[in-house]
């Protein structure tokens, strides 16, 4: 049993920093050294090491002495989707016998230098200490080579009742000298008595430290709760002395309980940067983007052997859905994400066949105005490439610029937008660049664009076919509205991709909830009962993707589809395109205005081809050669 200190560096709780400290949310991302997500593996998303988490256990004979195995027990830990913070968690659901733990190791994925070096951590928890955990000490991160007490760096959760929570950072131990005991008055720790964590609530902790392994007294470690400084360990000699060969991340150790967004910096976080890390908890889940090799987008389809994958009866759940979607890829010889030299990222939809349209039943579903019904079954026998994201700011600028380009908004003086209290009409001088929202707002390039016209996709997409590098094995241009809900559902028939139930969690669409009735107290719409975090547009890829890998099919913005809206025939159709030619264009998926009845994976409403709104943008598909 470790034992309790006696002696701890305490400090009052610092405020947040005023809006003039603002941190560069770039130079946070810049400083990571190791992320992991833990949205979809147990397993780092970025880092300059080992991605993968490895086992060690107590040696069954020989004391003080370690076995390593790969990889993780799949029994004590698995992915929580849709229940993290941002995305999904690691749920500890059992402890590892013999003292066990996982780790990623610390080469390269930790700024260490024996001469001197400085870096943080950061990671989210959720779970009550004081009645889920089943060994007497806790680690939820540790970071050493030998132990807890020689060269290292931690936060635990003592056998106190109620629990403490602890951040210690030990000195390694010289050959032949005693080190110093958490009991020891002078033990470099702090301590937060009874800290009182309840299941349920997210909780941020970062530890940050600086002139470790300096040989001078000038070392300084903090620890932070929820956006709060809390306490120091300075004035101390703190070597940690380690062979960063042998040293790890450990993480997890005897924790019971949900655990999200991982991260290691190669400096010490300012007040800011931890507040900004508290505030936006899914702001390095841009880094995920860096791992692996970009794929191009394939020029022509290579010789096929053999028959296709059979696609799954619909309805099919999302292991399902990813599984065939690699399987098709694979036998297509393409890759399942590729990337045009814009920097837009397509996944692979393959062929199927699904119920189009929702059922009378369903909470939401709309009269003969929007013609949702009736379902029907549709057979899609071509894949297709689709937008990973909506198209952004930065990606139409580019076009706009180079192309010169003058949108139907800006020739008709505006668009579409609400006003503080949702009134909607047109709103001179509202374009692309001037969204007219009725709030505090800053235009960024990560975020959809709006205020484009059905007319101004389709420009944009024959742009896009016209630039240097493209081919005209690949074509690329709107979904139609088959395509769109095919892929939008990825095998779910239910009312939202995720399920039946609204969300609640603020973590899979950005749609009309209590963020956007804070930036407008007069809103008269309810709002869903979550915070997504973003009153208007939220970047692209902000939430939770569904089983093929798109991001924001429901919600953020509405969606243009290539084809003509219409009513539906009760018939089962095979590659359906326009309904009525004589009807606007269909246009799907809600966006951050909408409430629940609006964003599901069946709804769907028309615009004129000259229209343009405030909540209205586009996803981009690529047509492939026809594949027999």
Same mark, same amino acid.
């Given at each position: 049993?470790?034992?309790?200190?006696?002696?701890?560096?305490?400090?009052?709780?610092?405020?947040?920093?005023?809006?003039?400290?603002?941190?560069?949310?770039?130079?946070i991302?810049?400083?990571?050294?190791?992320?992991?997500?833990?949205d979809?593996?147990?397993?780092?998303?970025?880092?300059?090491?080992?991605?993968?988490f490895?086992?060690?256990?107590?040696?069954?004979?020989e004391?003080?002495?370690?076995?390593v195995?790969?990889g993780?027990?799949?029994?004590?830990?698995?992915?929580?989707?849709?229940?993290?913070?941002?995305?999904?968690?690691?749920d500890?659901?059992?402890?590892?016998?013999?003292?066990?733990r996982?780790?990623?190791?610390?080469?390269?994925?930790?700024?260490?230098?024996?001469?001197?070096?400085?870096?943080?951590?950061?990671?989210?928890?959720?779970?009550?200490?004081?009645?889920?955990?089943?060994?007497?000490?806790?680690?939820?991160?540790?970071?050493?080579?030998?132990?807890?007490?020689?060269?290292?760096?931690?936060?635990d959760?003592?056998?106190?009742?109620?629990?403490?929570?602890?951040?210690?950072?030990?000195?390694?131990?010289?050959?032949?000298?005693?080190?110093?005991?958490?009991s020891?008055?002078?033990?470099?720790?702090?301590?937060?008595p009874?800290?009182?964590?309840?299941e349920?609530?997210?909780?941020?902790?970062?530890?940050?430290?600086?002139?470790?392994?300096?040989?001078?007294?000038?070392?300084?470690?903090?620890?932070?709760?929820?956006?709060?400084?809390?306490?120091?360990v300075?004035?101390?000699?703190?070597?940690?002395?380690?062979?960063?060969?042998?040293?790890?991340?450990?993480?997890?150790?005897?924790?019971?309980?949900?655990?999200?967004?991982?991260?290691?910096? +190669?400096? #010490?976080?300012? @007040?800011?940067?931890? &507040?900004?890390?508290?505030?936006?908890? !899914? /702001?390095?889940?841009? %880094?995920?983007?860096?791992?692996?090799?970009?794929?191009?987008?394939?020029?022509?389809?290579?010789?096929?052997?053999?028959?296709?994958?059979?696609?799954?009866?619909?309805?099919?759940?999302?292991?399902?859905?990813?599984?065939?979607?690699? +399987?098709? #890829?694979?036998? @297509?010889?393409?890759? &399942?994400?590729?990337?045009?030299?814009? !920097? /837009?990222?397509?996944? %692979?939809?393959?062929?199927?066949?699904?119920?189009?349209?929702?059922?009378?039943?369903?909470?939401?579903?709309?009269?003969?105005?929007?013609?949702?019904?009736?379902?029907?079954?549709?057979?899609?026998?071509?894949?297709?490439y689709?937008?990973?994201?909506?198209?952004?700011?930065?990606?139409?600028?580019?076009?706009?610029?180079?192309?010169?380009?003058?949108?139907?908004?800006e020739?008709?003086d505006?668009g579409?937008?609400?006003?503080?209290?949702?009134?909607?009409?047109?709103r001179?001088?509202?374009?692309?660049?001037?969204?007219?929202?009725?709030?505090?707002?800053?235009?960024?390039?990560?975020?959809?664009?709006?205020?484009?016209?059905?007319?101004?996709?389709?420009?944009?997409?024959?742009?896009?076919?016209?630039?240097?590098?493209?081919?005209?094995?690949?074509?690329?241009?709107?979904?139609?509205?088959?395509?769109?809900?095919?892929?939008?559902?990825?095998?779910?028939?239910?009312?939202?991709?995720?399920?039946d139930?609204e969300?609640?969690?603020?973590?899979?669409?950005n749609?009309?909830?209590?963020?956007?009735?804070?930036?407008?107290p007069?809103?008269?719409?309810?709002?869903?009962?979550?915070?997504?975090?973003?009153a208007f547009?939220?970047?692209?890829?902000?939430?939770?993707?569904?089983?093929?890998?798109?991001?924001?099919?429901?919600?953020?913005?509405?969606?243009?589809?290539?084809?003509?809206?219409?009513?539906?025939?009760?018939?089962?159709?095979?590659?359906?395109?326009?309904?009525?030619?004589?009807?606007?264009?269909?246009?799907?998926?809600?966006?951050?205005?909408?409430?629940?009845?609006?964003?599901?994976?069946?709804?769907?409403?028309?615009?004129?081809?000259?229209?343009?709104?405030?909540?209205?943008?586009?996803?981009?598909?690529?047509?492939?050669?026809?594949?027999?």
């Amino acid at each position: 049993m470790r034992a309790l200190p006696l002696g701890f560096f305490l400090l009052f709780a610092v405020n947040p920093p005023s809006f003039g400290q603002e941190a560069d949310e770039k130079a946070i991302r810049k400083a990571v050294t190791f992320y992991a997500s833990f949205d979809d593996e147990v397993k780092g998303d970025f880092g300059k090491g080992q991605l993968t988490f490895d086992t060690r256990t107590n040696h069954p004979t020989e004391k003080g002495q370690y076995v390593v195995e790969k990889g993780f027990p799949d029994k004590a830990f698995r992915i929580a989707k849709t229940k993290g913070i941002a995305g999904g968690a690691l749920d500890a659901v059992d402890i590892i016998p013999k003292n066990g733990r996982i780790f990623v190791p610390a080469k390269g994925n930790l700024a260490y230098k024996n001469d001197g070096w400085a870096g943080s951590m950061s990671m989210w928890c959720n779970f009550n200490p004081d009645t889920m955990l089943k060994t007497g000490f806790c680690d939820p991160v540790q970071i050493t080579q030998k132990g807890a007490n020689n060269g290292a760096l931690w936060f635990d959760f003592n056998d106190a009742k109620p629990r403490d929570l602890r951040h210690g950072a030990f000195p390694v131990i010289p050959d032949g000298k005693k080190g110093i005991g958490e009991s020891d008055p002078n033990a470099p720790m702090v301590r937060v008595p009874k800290i009182g964590w309840k299941e349920g609530d997210w909780h941020h902790v970062v530890l940050t430290w600086e002139n470790l392994d300096t040989g001078k007294d000038n070392a300084v470690t903090s620890l932070y709760i929820d956006g709060k400084l809390i306490g120091q360990v300075k004035g101390k000699a703190i070597a940690m002395g380690w062979d960063i060969e042998k040293a790890g991340i450990y993480t997890a150790i005897s924790y019971i309980g949900l655990l999200d967004e991982l991260a290691l910096f +190669d400096r #010490a976080l300012t @007040l800011a940067e931890v &507040v900004a890390l508290q505030k936006k908890p !899914g /702001m390095l889940t841009s %880094l995920k983007k860096k791992e692996g090799k970009k794929e191009p987008l394939p020029v022509k389809l290579p010789p096929r052997t053999g028959a296709a994958p059979a696609a799954p009866k619909f309805p099919f759940d999302a292991a399902t859905a990813k599984r065939y979607q690699q +399987d098709y #890829a694979k036998w @297509l010889g393409v890759p &399942v994400v590729c990337t045009n030299d814009l !920097g /837009m990222m397509f996944v %692979l939809i393959p062929p199927g066949t699904f119920v189009m349209g929702t059922p009378e039943t369903e909470p939401g579903h709309k009269g003969a105005e929007y013609a949702e019904g009736p379902q029907h079954a549709v057979t899609l026998t071509q894949p297709f490439y689709l937008g990973k994201h909506e198209l952004t700011v930065g990606q139409f600028a580019a076009f706009v610029e180079t192309a010169k380009y003058t949108t139907d908004g800006e020739k008709n003086d505006g668009g579409n937008a609400h006003d503080a209290k949702a009134e909607w009409k047109h709103r001179p001088g509202t374009n692309w660049k001037k969204p007219g929202f009725a709030g505090p707002f800053e235009l960024r390039n990560e975020q959809p664009v709006v205020h484009v016209s059905w007319t101004d996709a389709n420009v944009f997409c024959k742009w896009l076919g016209s630039r240097s590098g493209s081919t005209a094995q690949v074509v690329y241009g709107l979904p139609t509205e088959a395509q769109w809900e095919w892929a939008c559902r990825a095998g779910t028939a239910t009312r939202y991709w995720w399920g039946d139930e609204e969300d609640m969690t603020g973590k899979v669409a950005n749609v009309c909830d209590r963020t956007l009735k804070k930036a407008q107290p007069d809103w008269p719409r309810a709002a869903m009962p979550m915070d997504d975090g973003y009153a208007f547009v939220a970047p692209v890829g902000t939430y939770q993707a569904n089983a093929f890998g798109l991001h924001d099919t429901i919600g953020n913005v509405w969606e243009f589809c290539s084809t003509h809206f219409g009513a539906y025939t009760k018939d089962a159709v095979t590659d359906p395109g326009d309904i009525d030619p004589k009807r606007g264009h269909a246009v799907r998926g809600g966006g951050w205005s909408n409430v629940a009845k609006d964003v599901r994976s069946g709804g769907r409403n028309a615009d004129p081809p000259h229209f343009c709104h405030s909540n209205l943008g586009f996803r981009v598909r690529v047509t492939l050669p026809v594949v027999k």
